[in-house]
């Protein structure tokens, strides 16, 4: 099956510990992307990557932070200085166009839940 | 459909009739929008995308249309179902010709009642 994976679905943490959520996919997608959901809100963005080691600041980056060292993976870590970060957080990739968008696809997300 | 707070805009349809929700963009520049569906707890599901160069897309018992002269973009359900009952919401690429960053509306709620 082809698609992308984000592990753990659920995930508890203290308050002033770092936490990395993970983003898998299959799909040969060269862009890869990380959002923040906030009940009842749209999607927010907080890095995005269109290739390996490359990545760059979205809407909302403080407090995170990102790495690309394979293509089929993009993991993001929630730092401690990430003020309010208790939100469902989805990961997305999709085709790199030239010149011209394309779909993204989404995981299933993981619900952070930081007390 | 833009929400204040945390009380998103609601739509509620009869099962059978047709659903149309609506979305403002902002950027008269973005040249690629979307509809995503998204079930409670899940992420969001492709729906149908149109490019600035069309005014009509159809697909599967949607539509979308898109009015560039006011910067309204909307989403036709025929015979709306139950299983259709999720929170929509509408995106546009922002950055044309300088990648795929999407942004998001705040979305739609619908609510399909038998």
């Known amino acids: 099956d082809g698609g992308i994976t984000q592990s753990p679905k659920y995930l508890f943490r203290k308050e002033g510990q770092n936490v990395t959520l993970s983003c898998e996919q299959n799909?040969?997608?060269?862009?890869m992307y990380w959002y923040r959901q906030d009940p009842g809100q749209g999607l927010r963005l907080i890095y995005y990557s269109q290739i390996v080691n490359d990545f760059q600041k979205g809407d909302i980056a403080e407090g995170y932070s990102v790495s690309r060292e394979k293509k089929e993976s993009f993991p993001l870590t929630v730092t401690s200085a990430q003020k309010n970060p208790t939100a469902f957080y989805l990961c997305?990739?999709?085709?790199?166009?030239?010149?011209?968008?394309?779909?993204?696809?989404f995981g299933p997300g993981t619900r952070l839940t930081v007390t | 459909g833009e929400s204040v707070g945390l009380h998103l805009p609601t739509l509620s349809v009869q099962e059978g009739d047709n659903s149309i929700i609506n979305c403002a963009y902002s950027?008269?520049?973005?040249?690629?929008f979307i509809w995503y569906k998204q079930e409670s707890g899940k992420g969001p599901q492709f729906i149908i995308d149109?490019?600035?160069?069309?005014d009509k897309r159809q697909g599967q018992r949607v539509t979308v249309l898109l009015n560039k002269t006011v910067k309204h973009l909307s989403l036709q359900i025929a015979a709306t179902q139950p299983g259709d009952s999720a929170v929509y919401f509408c995106?546009?690429?922002?950055?044309?010709?300088?990648?795929?960053?999407?942004?998001f509306g705040t979305g739609t709620q619908l609510k399909v009642e038998l």
């Open positions: 799909l040969n997608h060269d862009a």
């Open positions: 950027n008269s520049a973005s040249d690629y």
């Open positions: 995106a546009e690429n922002m950055a044309p010709g300088g990648g795929n960053k999407l942004t």
């Open positions: 149109i490019r600035s160069n069309m």
């Open positions: 997305a990739s999709s085709t790199k166009g030239q010149g011209a968008a394309y779909e993204q696809y």
